[in-house]
T-cell receptor, first 110, second 114 residues
Framework: GEDVEQSLFLSVREGDSSVINCTYT??????LYWYKQEPGAGLQLLTY?????DMKQDQRLTVLLNKKDKHLSLRIADTQTGDSAIYFC??????????FGPGTSLSVIP | DGGITQSPKYLFRKEGQNVTLSCEQN?????MYWYRQDPGQGLRLIYY???????QKGDIAEGYSVSREKKESFPLTVTSAQKNPTAFYLC?????????????FGSGTRLTVV
């Protein structure tokens, strides 16, 4: 069945770059998403990428997609303490279902 | 401003009680969803609805019920049959077709059994 996997924790120093990785199983996925969840809040859509793209950049965020390996990554440049949150990878499958990963908890050390 | 409102933010349930979580959106979205979030398990889909008066079971529907009498509203009832209801519940909505822009989420309801 479909599955989205992420490592559960990541810790970086303020000012460094963070890279959050995600793997998915449905090779027919059409869109892939990154969401951010701050403590006690809902999820906020950060960015998305079409499956026919390799890269998308949006200010400090860079999304890389390797369709062959079914690997998605989110790079946050110049990570700030306000970036501390849980980051969810999600894929939209070929039959319109959205599958979320377990989330990666990013801790930024001042 | 358009958005999704979930209420209450915190809810306490006694053993054997049914409780209802509210979800209202003014985005004119057709589809609405309920997810349950437990630590380290990500989001699990409980129920979803793509049109008024119709809804479908998700992956963990047992012990839950929903209704969709209005486009704007999608309340979730956690029944006494749900054996482990303590969790964070998230409501979301989307435009049915395309899903290019993903889901819009509410701010969640934290349910605790006391």
């Amino acid at each position: 069945g479909e599955d989205v996997e992420q490592s559960l924790f990541l810790s970086v120093r303020e000012g460094d770059s963070s890279v959050i990785n995600c793997t998915y199983t449905d090779s027919s996925s059409t869109y892939l998403y990154w969401y951010k969840q701050e403590p006690g809040a809902g999820l906020q859509l950060l960015t998305y990428i079409f499956s026919n793209m390799d890269m998308k950049q949006d200010q400090r965020l860079t999304v890389l997609l390797n369709k062959k390996d079914k690997h998605l990554s989110l790079r946050i440049a110049d990570t700030q303490t306000g970036d501390s949150a849980i980051y969810f990878c999600a894929e939209k499958t070929s039959y319109d279902k959205v599958i979320f990963g377990p989330g990666t908890s990013l801790s930024v050390i001042p | 401003d358009g958005g999704i409102t979930q209420s209450p933010k915190y809810l306490f349930r006694k053993e054997g009680q049914n409780v209802t979580l509210s979800c209202e959106q003014n985005l004119n979205h057709d589809a609405m969803y309920w997810y349950r979030q437990d630590p380290g398990q990500g989001l699990r889909l409980i129920y979803y609805s793509q049109i008024v008066n119709d809804f479908q079971k998700g992956d963990i529907a047992e012990g839950y019920s929903v209704s969709r009498e209005k486009k704007e509203s999608f309340p979730l009832t956690v029944t006494s049959a749900q054996k482990n209801p303590t969790a964070f519940y998230l409501c979301a909505s989307s435009i049915v077709t395309g899903l290019v822009y993903g889901y819009t989420f509410g701010s969640g309801t934290r349910l605790t059994v006391v």
